[in-house]
C-alpha cells in the first residue's frame, strides 16, 4: 500500500488547493522526489490548508482556506504557533521547511505569487536532545535475546548486526532487498536520503548471520518476495515501521529501554568524530 494517497491527503480542502497540490505532487514526481519527502511536504501543505479552515481564529483566514495564493505571514505563523501548542516544536519546525518548498514552487514555478509568505517567518526552535548512545554491552544483551534457530531470531540477529555495523537509518536498512546484499564482498547497497546511494561494508560476523537469515528465509511463504526483511507469518515483508515496533519489543526483553535504530547511528558519531559514512572498518573487529 503506497504511504502517498493524493485523494486521502487532499479530504476536505478546496478544489483550488487540492488542484495546487496535485500539481505540485506531478512537479517533486518529474524531479524523483523521494515518496516519503513528498508526502511530508504536501502534509505540511495540507495541514495549513486544513488549519485555516477549520482552526484558524482569524476573521480573514476564509479567503486563504479557499485558495493558497491568498496566504500570509500571519497565517503561517498562527499555523506554527498552533503545531508547537498542540504537536511539538520539532513537527512545526518539519512543517516549516515543507511549506517553504510549497511557496517556493508557487513563486518560481508557477508564477502564482509576487512574493512567498514564508519571508522572514522565523523556524521553531527545538530543544536538542541527547541521543544516550549504546554500549557494547547493550547490544550483546540484545543478541543474546535473539539466540534460537526459528525465523525471527535469525531476521533479527541479522538485522541488529547490520545496525550496529554500519550506523545505517532505520528505513535503509528496512528497505533493503535481496539484491542489496552481497555476501561474497560482505557489502550492502543502501539507498539513502535524497537518492544518495553507496555501498558499505560489513564484518564476517554479520555476513555470517544475513547467511544464516537468507537460507531460512529461502524457505519462508514469502521468499518470493523482493525485499529483505520478512514478517514472521504470512508472505509479507517486514516495513521499516515493523521493524521499529520490532526493536523496542526486543529492547524491552533485553532491559535495553527506548531502543531504536538511530541510536546506533548516534554510537558511532563521537567515535568517529564525524557523520559515519565509512563505519565498517572500525566496526569488522566487533561484528
Keep these: 500500500m503506497p504511504l502517498l494517497d493524493l485523494q486521502k491527503l487532499t479530504a476536505g480542502l478546496s478544489r483550488t488547493w487540492a488542484g495546487f497540490l496535485r500539481d505540485w505532487d506531478r512537479s517533486l514526481r518529474a524531479g524523483n522526489y523521494p515518496e516519503t519527502t513528498r508526502y511530508n511536504y504536501l502534509l505540511a501543505a495540507a495541514q495549513l490548508g486544513r488549519y485555516l479552515g477549520e482552526h484558524s481564529p482569524d476573521p480573514d483566514a476564509d479567503d486563504a482556506a479557499d485558495d ?8 503561517v505563523e498562527a ?16 512543517k516549516h521547511k515543507g511549506l517553504q518548498q510549497f511557496f517556493k514552487w508557487l513563486l518560481v514555478d508557477e508564477q502564482a505569487i509576487d512574493r512567498s509568505p514564508m519571508e522572514r517567518v522565523r523556524q521553531p526552535k527545538t530543544p536538542r536532545k541527547l541521543i ?30 547490520l545496525y550496529c555495523n ?9 528497505n533493503l532487498r535481496v539484491a542489496d546484499v552481497d555476501l ?42 523482493p525485499e529483505l526483511w520478512l514478517a514472521e507469518r504470512g508472505a509479507a515483508p517486514l516495513t521499516p515501521n515493523g521493524i521499529k ?10 532491559g535495553v529501554p527506548d531502543l531504536h535504530a538511530h541510536r546506533w547511528r548516534h554510537t558511532f558519531a563521537p567515535a568517529m568524530g564525524v557523520v559515519p559514512r565509512h563505519r565498517s572498518s572500525i566496526m569488522t573487529s566487533m561484528l
Aim: hydrophobic share 35%; glycine share 8%.
Design 166 to 174: 554500519t550506523g545505517a537509518r532505520l528505513s535503509e536498512v528496512g
Design 184 to 225: 561474497n564482498t560482505e557489502s550492502v547497497h543502501f539507498r539513502g536520503k535524497g537518492a544518495k546511494d553507496r555501498r558499505v561494508r560489513f564484518g564476517p560476523k554479520t555476513a555470517r548471520a544475513l547467511s544464516r537469515y537468507l537460507r531460512a528465509r529461502d524457505k519462508h511463504k514469502g521468499a518470493a518476495l
Design 245 to 254: 515496533t520490532r526493536l523496542k519489543r526486543l529492547g524491552q526483553a533485553a
Design 79 to 94: 499555523f506554527q504557533a498552533w503545531m508547537i501548542d498542540t504537536r511539538s516544536a520539532s513537527t512545526a519546525l518539519n
Design 68 to 75: 493558497p495564493c491568498a496566504v500570509t505571514r500571519a497565517h
Design 132 to 161: 544516550p548512545v549504546l554500549r557494547d554491552d547493550d547490544t550483546s544483551k540484545l543478541l543474546d535475546a535473539c539466540k534460537g534457530k526459528g525465523f525471527a531470531n535469525l531476521r533479527d540477529e541479522a538485522l541488529i548486526r
